[in-house]
């Protein structure tokens, strides 16, 4: 029956890696809808720190010292490596990859097939979208996840239209809507997005 008390819920086939620290209300391995608690697989890796509120459904893979902030809800089948930071508020929808080392601050908006590289940085408030047709009887299958290259670093209240390439070592500006791909390296900002030089910090 898995791990059920007044304090958090743990559901069956949830593995906990050494030294998780589970907050209150927290709850891990809810099963997506058609499934039921046992069906998927869960991993927290080692050292994770899961703060008060947050939900993390079953079927996802999470590396070591992974953390959240308060109320975070993880979708299904996600895979999210080492030291991946998700901040109080945001949300991260099935079929996302975030690699090792990314924050995402928050109330940010992660949707699926998303794909976070190595080490990027989003900001708060910021929404990825991935729906070029909404509302539409083909909306699903026309989804389109925003990739954001290694060390990129995404400003505050940034919008990213769907299947997008934010290119490694990009800096998109706070405010922005980003409408198309953005080479690797180059510095935008504005709405529309527009290239305003070249950003020459190397991580």
């Known amino acids: 029956m898995g791990d059920q ?3 958090y819920i743990i559901h069956p086939h949830v593995e906990l890696g050494e030294g998780a620290e589970i907050g209150t209300f927290v709850i891990v391995g809810e099963p997506p809808r058609g499934r039921k ?3 998927l697989m869960t991993l927290i890796g080692m050292g994770a720190v899961i703060r008060s ?12 010292h992974f953390q959240t902030g308060h109320f975070v ?7 999210i490596g080492d030291d991946v930071s998700i901040g109080t508020g945001t949300v991260v929808e099935h079929h996302v990859k975030i690699c090792d080392g990314v924050r995402i601050h928050s109330n940010a908006f992660i949707p699926e097939f ?4 190595e080490g990027c940085w989003i900001g708060p408030n910021v929404v990825l979208t991935n729906a070029k047709y909404p509302n539409r009887p083909d909306t699903k299958q026309n989804l389109r996840g925003v990739n954001v290259g290694r060390h990129a670093v995404i400003g ?4 990213i239209l769907p299947g997008l390439n934010i290119g490694d070592n990009a800096l998109v500006g706070a405010g922005t809507v980003v409408s198309r791909d953005v080479p690797s390296g180059a510095v935008v900002y504005g709405s529309p997005a ?3 030089r070249t950003n020459s910090t190397e991580i």
Not at 53 to 64: C, E, F, Q, S
């Open 5 to 7: 008390n007044l304090e």
């Open 37 to 39: 608690p046992g069906d």
């Open 53 to 64: 509120h947050t939900v993390i459904y079953a079927g996802n893979r999470v590396g070591k």
């Open 73 to 79: 809800m993880i979708r299904e089948e996600n895979e």
């Open 114 to 117: 998303c794909v976070l590289q």
């Open 156 to 159: 505050a209240n940034v919008t």
């Open 194 to 196: 527009k290239a305003r």
